[in-house]
């Protein structure tokens, strides 16, 4: 057969084109691979040690605070709102790069996520109003996350 | 091999960089004009460092040759050197220290105040605290993106200078009259001698006597 082929490799490449499409509509179609997925994919996977991923290669989905990566040690200055003033632009919300300003509805204010701010002063810079103020991390006793690491 | 001495000194990333290199560059050279044996090098294991992210610079310091060579972090430092203070609520800064520590900390607050935030405060020797951003009247903010690599004003021109002196004093490891050779601004460097406020403990080291 490969002698023929080489032989027939000079003529018009039309002719194998079409020979080949009539073997492949003749054969059978295969049938679609089966894959079993377990129950709880994520839960089943057991890495050796020695190929263990890095700290912060898997995460949980991001749906809620990732506790590994609290960043509020990196912050000297802390946002302190100030109610009264604030008109409820939510220009915080959009400035913030690290989301950590929401709107509470129930009460009707801005509510500021103390664990992930990590004191770029962004917000105090756009609010239009003048109701932040960066008041230095030492003066309050709360906020508190030692870290073993830093990162 | 005698007894190595360990110092850490924590600091910000990128904003405060140089000046924890200028504290344990200038330690290391005073200490070096006495002729002991010293390490002096940058962080290598918290990387990458960015902007107001801690990150540590070390120090070692022994009468004979060092032979801990392929060691990157001081993992029982004896003195804990805090460049920014607000590091002190953000990481547990006394991690490994052995009995009989040495903390000192850059601020003009009072050391029980800052107590507050170290609860394993009680495996410290002692604590001394300097107002070396006071003394030095120097903010230093750098975004250059250089980190003092391209600096020319030389080794504690800024809030370096008054916390050297206060190690000195403090540790009693080197003379105040050779770090006046190595770091440019020597009045700095006489006022943080002169103003640390040091608080002892009941824990004496067989090793050190912290207070000078």
Redesign the interface.
């Known amino acids: 057969m490969e002698t023929k082929k080489q032989k027939t490799k000079g003529k018009s490449q039309r002719k194998n084109v079409k020979t080949k499409a009539r073997k492949q509509a003749s054969k059978p179609a295969p049938k679609p691979r089966q894959v079993v997925m377990p129950e709880d994919i994520y839960g089943s996977i057991s890495v050796p040690e020695d190929r263990a991923v890095p700290f912060g290669a898997i995460t949980p989905a991001p749906v809620r605070q990732q506790e590994l990566f609290i960043t509020?040690?990196?912050?000297?200055v802390r946002p302190v709102i100030d109610h009264e003033k604030c008109t409820r632009c939510l220009t915080c919300y959009i400035a913030c790069p690290d989301a950590c300003w929401s709107f509470n509805e129930k009460e009707e204010k801005m509510e500021w996520n103390w664990k992930f701010c990590?004191?770029c002063q962004v917000c105090i810079h756009e609010c239009p109003a003048d109701a932040l103020k960066a008041v230095?991390?030492?003066d309050f006793?709360d906020?508190?996350?030692?870290?073993?690491k830093?990162? | 091999m005698a007894k190595v001495t360990e110092i850490t000194v924590w600091t910000r990333g990128v904003v405060m960089d140089k000046e924890a290199r200028d504290v344990a560059s200038a330690f290391a050279q005073a200490a070096k004009m006495e002729g002991k044996f010293i390490q002096a090098f940058d962080n290598y294991e918290d990387l990458p460092d960015r902007v107001l992210v801690t990150t540590r610079k070390y120090v070692r310091i022994s009468t004979e040759e060092i032979q801990m060579k392929y060691l990157y972090v001081n993992e029982h430092p004896d003195v804990v050197v805090i460049v920014e203070p607000t590091i002190v609520k953000g990481i547990n800064v006394l991690r490994g220290m052995p009995e009989g520590g040495l903390l000192v900390i850059n601020t003009n607050r009072p050391i029980e105040y800052m107590l507050k935030f170290i609860p394993n405060a009680d495996i410290l020797g002692a604590v001394a605290t300097v107002d070396a951003d006071g003394i030095s009247g120097v903010k230093t903010v750098d975004f250059s993106g250089s980190e003092g690599g391209v600096d020319a004003s030389g080794l504690g021109a800024g809030i370096a200078a008054p916390i050297v002196g206060a190690m000195a004093k403090v540790t009693g490891m080197v003379k105040k009259e050779n770090l006046a050779k190595v770091v440019s601004d020597v009045a700095a460097m006489e006022r943080g001698y002169q103003q640390v406020h040091i608080q002892k403990f009941h824990r004496p080291r067989s090793v050190y006597f912290w207070g000078g």
């Open positions: 509020s040690n990196w912050r000297i990590k004191g230095p991390e030492l006793e906020g508190v996350v030692r870290l073993e830093p990162f």
